[in-house]
């Protein structure tokens, strides 16, 4: 069974009362509430939204009504024994990091995604949405936080380690000017007792099409890959940085199949389904 929860006064009432009764009625395990962040930015990300409030101000009670939701999702699911999934947006995120510009193959526009993003890498797979991160050694701190690095103590820094992206030690320019973070900030990480991050990126494949500036084709968005890593868990390690350690999937018209051997270098060879 299915709400539908148009606004934050509707979707209050569904679950402080509606839910309870279904729980009981129904014999409902699973609640799955997509998104936590549509309301909220709705209601209160705009410059005095709904009662003339300024910017701050609305931030201030937003953060206090995420407290009150997330206290209400948690008493819910220990009192009925049942598990409560969240689904939240993401953000775009922007690093001061400056690194060298690599070389791309001219590509024309043949694809959404190259209409948008511009040049196409010249492999045949885009790297993922990473942060930078750095490696601090015993050295002196002139060569541990080099000219243009971010402070250790900024949240900009820190929460490549509790958002799921980011943390990758060795990213690559596309990964650094493809950062997400997600929406609602540090308030309502506090209030979830585990993040899975799901990550994709995309396959170029040779292309077919041909326009008058290029005549022998150009590579075009084939499909997707996915994967889903826990962030953090109180039963269950972290996964490692980037996709490592992280479960490949696919999504089929038969459900959600993940890749049972993990492979390290991307490759679908000697890879199996398996049902998840």
């Known amino acids: 069974m299915s709400i539908v929860t148009p606004d934050l006064e509707s979707q209050d009432h569904i679950i ?13 395990r699973l609640i799955i509430l997509d998104s936590v962040a549509a309301n909220y930015r709705a209601e209160f990300d705009r410059p005095g939204a709904g009662s003339g409030q300024s910017t701050g101000a609305n931030m201030a009670q937003r953060s206090s009504e995420l407290v009150k939701l997330g206290q209400l999702l948690r008493d819910m699911a220990k009192e ?3 598990a409560i999934v969240v689904a939240n947006q993401v953000a775009d995120r922007f690093s001061n990091e400056v690194r060298p510009t690599p070389n791309y193959t001219r590509a024309t526009q043949s694809s959404p995604l190259a209409r948008r993003g511009g040049a196409v890498p ?7 949405s990473s942060l930078s991160g750095a490696v601090f050694t015993n050295q002196e701190p002139s060569s541990q936080f080099p000219i243009g690095a971010e402070d250790p103590m900024s949240l900009d820094h820190q929460q ?9 030690l060795n990213p690559t320019y596309i990964t650094i000017k493809n950062l997400k973070t997600p929406s609602l900030g540090l308030i309502w990480t506090t209030q979830v007792a585990c993040r899975i991050a799901l990550i ?12 008058e500036e290029n005549a022998s084709g150009e590579p075009v968005l084939r499909r997707w890959r996915r994967w889903m890593k826990v962030v953090f868990a109180p039963h269950a390690r972290p996964s490692g940085p980037g996709i490592q350690g992280a479960v490949r999937f696919e999504i089929r018209g038969d459900g959600i199949r993940a890749k049972v051997k993990a492979v390290q270098n991307d490759s679908d060879e000697g890879e199996e389904d398996a049902l998840l």
């Open 160 to 168: 490549r380690w509790f958002t799921g992206w980011g943390d990758d």
């Open 122 to 128: 010249s492999s045949s797979m885009a790297p993922m």
């Open 16 to 28: 402080s009362f509606q839910v309870p009764v279904a729980i009981r009625q129904h014999g409902v």
């Open 80 to 82: 009925h024994n049942i």
């Open 200 to 211: 994709k990126k995309p396959v170029y494949g040779p292309g077919l099409v041909a326009d």
